[in-house]
């Protein structure tokens, strides 16, 4: 049956307003850089809710919201996921990954070393939900890929609003995050977001950008 229709609140703003929005979320977005060097310094837990809230409120496929985060800070925890994901990534290291993409990632400096899995006071984990399971019948859900990957945007880009840092870990393979985790078979772990402040020390690669006008095309090529 079609949901009831309602007016929609949206806010109307004058076109100076709606530039100086871009320019002050551009400039702001323009800093924002993926942390590898976290302090331990405390994040209050309401804050971290928040912007959870905020990625929780993002569109998804038929509306299924089909993502759970899952917040780690229990030490032990963060332990058993650290020891977990370096083993897999000495793996990915060692020899899964093909020369061409360790070259890939030579400017970045990675490896197989995951301190910061341990060091930030948040790991949230981002479980992707291909199907539910209701009376029995499963029910798949819609587009989860691509849902979990705009509810992930907008976590990353609330974590920078609100003045929070974080990073796209990816171990690879993350099935172990489910065990740790005690999540069931339909949940897939998609992304895990270590979030903190930046430790004092902290560096970030001086990567070149490359220009917008590489990545924007107007009407047909
Ligand atoms: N998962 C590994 C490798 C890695 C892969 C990509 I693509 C990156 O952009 C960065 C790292 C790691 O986290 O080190």
Redesign the pocket.
């Known amino acids: 049956m079609p949901a009831k229709m309602i007016p929609y609140k949206f806010a109307q703003r004058d076109e100076d307003d709606m530039h100086a929005r871009a320019d002050a979320l551009c400039a702001e977005m323009d800093r924002r850089r993926s942390c590898r060097f976290f302090s331990d310094d405390p994040v209050p837990r309401d804050l971290l809710e928040k912007v959870i809230a905020i990625a929780h409120s993002a569109p998804s496929g038929a509306n299924r919201k089909a993502w759970r985060f899952v917040v780690v800070d229990d030490p032990k925890l963060k332990h058993e996921i650290r020891l977990a994901a370096e083993q897999e ?1 000495r793996e ?1 290291y060692g020899h899964r ?1 093909p020369q061409a993409w360790l070259a890939a ?1 030579e400017p ?1 400096g ?3 070393h995951k301190p910061f899995l341990e060091i930030a006071p948040y790991l949230v984990v981002l479980f992707r939900i291909d199907w539910e399971e209701i009376d029995g019948k499963r029910y798949p859900n819609y587009y989860p890929q691509e849902s979990a990957g705009i509810a992930a945007g907008f976590f990353i880009m609330a974590c920078q609003q609100v003045g929070l840092c974080t990073l796209t ?4 393979p993350m099935g172990f995050m489910r065990e740790i985790l005690g999540r069931p078979v339909n949940e897939k772990p998609f992304l895990l977001m270590p979030v903190g402040y930046p430790a004092k020390d902290c560096t970030v690669p001086d990567l070149p950008k490359k220009p917008l006008s590489e990545a924007l095309q107007w009407n047909a090529g």
């Not at 870990?169 to 690879?172: A, I």
């Open positions: 990534e990915s990954m990632l970045i990675t490896d197989a870990h990816t171990p690879s």
